[in-house]
C-alpha cells in the first residue's frame, strides 16, 4: 500500500460546479498536510497548507483534515476554467524538517 | 515565499551525455531538494542538498548517477549523468526554510528528453 492514495482522475466539471478532491494516506505520523496546484509545464504552486486535523478555508477554497479516518480533502466553490490544473495532496511528519509524501495528483478540467 | 528559478525550462539530450539543472532562490533558504515527476506518478524525491556537504539521497538513487552540489544557502544543482530515454522526466526543485511545518517552495522545472 502506498504511503499517499490520490485518484488521478481526469475530473471534468462544468463552470460553476463544486469540486471536491481527495487522498487518504497510511501513516499516522503524518502532521503537516498541503495542496498544491501545478498548471501544465509549471512547478507546484502551494494553495493551502493545514497542521494536524480541522478545516482551513481561503477563499473558494477549502481544506478538511480528518486524522481519525486517515483522509484529506479539498473543496473548490464555484469552479472556474482557470482553476483547470493538476491538483497534488502532500503530507510531512511531525518533528521533520524534511520531504513531503505526495499523492499522484488528480487532473480537473473545469469547462466553460 | 521565495522563487525559485531553474535553467534550463526544457532540454533534449543524447543519450550517453550528462545534464547539469541550476536552481537558484532569491532569499536564503535552509533545505533545499531534488524531485523527479515523471507522467502519471507521483513527485519523487531524489536527494536532499545539504550545504558544505554531501548530499542525502533516496533509496534508489546514487551519487554517481545524480551528483549534486550546494555550495551556499540560495543555491544548487544537479547533474543528471550518463544519460538513458529512462531519466527523460521534469525535474524540480524544492526549498524551505528552517522550522517544522515550513512550507515548500518549487521552481518551475525542467522537462528533460533523452534520445
Known amino acids: 500500500q502506498k504511503e499517499v492514495e490520490q485518484d488521478p482522475g481526469p475530473l471534468s466539471v462544468p463552470e460553476g460546479a463544486i469540486v471536491s478532491l481527495n487522498c487518504t494516506y497510511s501513516?499516522?505520523?503524518?502532521?503537516?498536510f498541503m495542496w498544491y496546484r501545478q498548471y501544465s509545464r509549471k512547478g507546484p504552486e502551494l494553495l493551502m497548507y493545514?497542521?494536524?486535523?480541522g478545516n482551513k478555508e481561503d477563499g473558494r477554497f477549502t481544506a478538511q483534515v480528518d486524522k481519525s479516518s486517515k483522509y484529506i480533502s479539498l473543496f473548490i466553490r464555484d469552479s472556474q476554467p482557470s482553476d483547470s490544473a493538476t491538483y497534488l495532496c502532500?503530507?510531512?511528519?511531525?518533528?521533520?524538517?524534511?520531504?513531503?509524501?505526495f499523492g499522484k495528483g488528480t487532473k480537473l478540467s473545469v469547462k466553460p | 515565499s521565495a522563487v525559485i528559478s531553474q535553467k534550463p525550462s526544457r532540454d533534449i539530450c543524447q543519450r550517453g551525455t550528462s545534464l547539469t539543472i541550476q536552481c537558484q532562490v532569491d532569499?536564503?533558504?535552509?533545505?533545499m531538494f531534488w524531485y523527479r515527476q515523471q507522467p502519471g506518478q507521483s513527485l519523487t524525491l531524489i536527494a536532499t542538498?545539504?550545504?558544505?556537504?554531501?548530499?542525502t539521497y533516496e533509496s534508489g538513487f546514487v551519487i554517481d548517477k545524480f551528483p549534486i552540489s550546494r555550495p551556499n544557502l540560495t543555491f544548487s544543482t544537479l547533474t543528471v549523468s550518463n544519460m538513458s530515454p529512462e531519466d527523460s522526466s521534469i525535474y524540480l526543485c524544492?526549498?524551505?526554510?528552517w522550522g517544522e511545518g515550513a512550507e515548500a517552495f518549487f521552481g518551475q522545472g525542467t522537462r528533460l528528453t533523452v534520445v
Open positions: 524544492s526549498a524551505t526554510r
Open positions: 501513516n499516522s505520523a503524518f502532521q503537516y
Open positions: 493545514t497542521y494536524s486535523s
Open positions: 502532500a503530507m510531512k511528519y511531525g518533528g521533520s524538517q524534511g520531504n513531503l509524501i
Open positions: 532569499s536564503q533558504v535552509t533545505m
Open positions: 542538498a545539504n550545504q558544505g556537504s554531501e548530499a
